[in-house]
């Protein structure tokens, strides 16, 4: 069975464990620094599998020396976001606890490939990425299904057709910028752009931009978590599979879509080897421009960080 550990057993942290469970293909860790909490977290989940039928372990634990020989690593440590924060605000806070999250996992896994969810998405990637001193290869960061999951849910609310049926794609940084691209979106193959008016695709575009503060406005005391950790459970899933699954996520650039240096959402193939290819859409002008807007703030968050953080 393989091994995926979750640093941070909080609300995204343990919802992934939830949704791994029932997938039933690895084994799962949950570390957190609160004492008793993952371990409670664990066992609770553990005590649920004779009732779905589902055969893995689950530990919880406060020693990363439990994370030992993990495939993957999920880390979901820090702080959510809260009513006017915006995903930059929690910079310096988790910064810390993902560079020393991204340093403890790969003490005890040296070879794990590492899956980020804490926000500000790009930046904690390229921030685990530098730590660690990882190929591209082995370090991607969760956003882009998400995001994508989330227009994909606003065109079924408005049309009425399966989410199945509804393939949509969201590049770009992890922020208010981000890119739906509504030309490479589609119902059953058919363009968004033919299916709905203009004036309704437009107003699911500014949604999703936003879905993620829509949430925290609603919670008001943290942010998403079972969509997020649905996506990180797709992507689990596509690596320890070898499928090939190309996704929306967050890899480091090495030229694709002129950008270097900086982690981006772009079509990702995940398989065993982790990022396997950085997929290269063909742009137009207008979705350059908006590209290149999102990746200035990408650039900005990254520069931030650099000056707070010794690499
Ligand atoms: N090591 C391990 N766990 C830590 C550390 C650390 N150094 N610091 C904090 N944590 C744990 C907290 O104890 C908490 O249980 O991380 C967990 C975070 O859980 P929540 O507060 O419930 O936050 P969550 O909603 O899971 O979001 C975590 O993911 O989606 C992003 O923006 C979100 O940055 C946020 C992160």
Redesign the pocket.
Same mark, same amino acid.
């Given at each position: 069975m393989s091994k995926v550990s979750i @640093?941070? =057993? %909080?609300? !995204? %942290?343990s919802t992934t464990a939830h949704w791994l469970a029932e997938r039933e293909i690895a084994d799962l860790v949950l570390?957190? @620094?609160?004492e008793g909490?993952p371990q409670g977290k664990a066992l609770d989940l553990l005590e649920a599998l004779p009732i779905v039928g589902r055969d893995v372990s689950v530990v919880g634990s406060n020693d990363y020396a439990a994370t030992k020989g993990s495939d993957i690593v999920v880390i979901? =440590?820090? @702080? #959510?976001?809260k009513p006017g924060m915006s995903?930059e605000d &929690?910079l310096t806070t /988790?910064a810390k @606890?993902v560079g020393?999250?991204t340093t403890n996992s790969l003490e005890h896994s040296p070879d794990a490939i590492i899956i980020v &969810? !804490? /926000?500000p998405l790009d930046t904690m990637a390229y921030l685990a990425m530098k730590v660690g001193r990882l190929p591209r290869e082995r370090i991607v960061g969760q956003a882009g299904v998400l995001d994508s999951a989330r227009m994909r849910a606003f065109v079924a609310l408005e049309t009425g057709v399966s989410v199945e049926n509804i393939q949509c794609y969201v590049m770009g940084g992890h922020g208010d910028e981000m890119v739906p691209l509504t030309r490479h979106s589609n119902i059953a193959g058919v363009p968004l752009r033919d299916y709905l008016p203009a004036d309704k695709l437009e107003a699911i575009v500014n949604r999703t931009r936003k879905g993620g503060g829509e949430i925290v406005n609603l919670l008001k005391t943290?942010?998403a978590?079972y969509a #997020?950790a649905a996506a990180v459970a797709q992507m689990v899933e596509a690596i320890l599979k070898d499928k090939r699954l190309v996704v929306p996520a967050a890899a480091f650039m090495q030229g694709e879509y002129g950008l270097k240096d900086i982690f981006f959402g772009a079509p990702v193939q995940l398989g065993r080897g982790g990022v396997e290819k950085v997929i290269e859409y063909k742009l137009e002008a207008d979705e350059e421009a908006a590209l290149e807007a999102s990746a200035a703030a990408v650039r900005e968050s990254i520069g931030v960080m650099m000056g707070l953080v010794k690499i």
């Open positions: @640093i941070g =057993a %909080g609300m !995204t %942290g570390v957190d @620094i609160l909490m979901t =440590a820090g @702080i #959510p976001r995903r &929690l /988790n @606890i020393d999250a &969810l !804490t /926000n943290g942010s978590y #997020p």
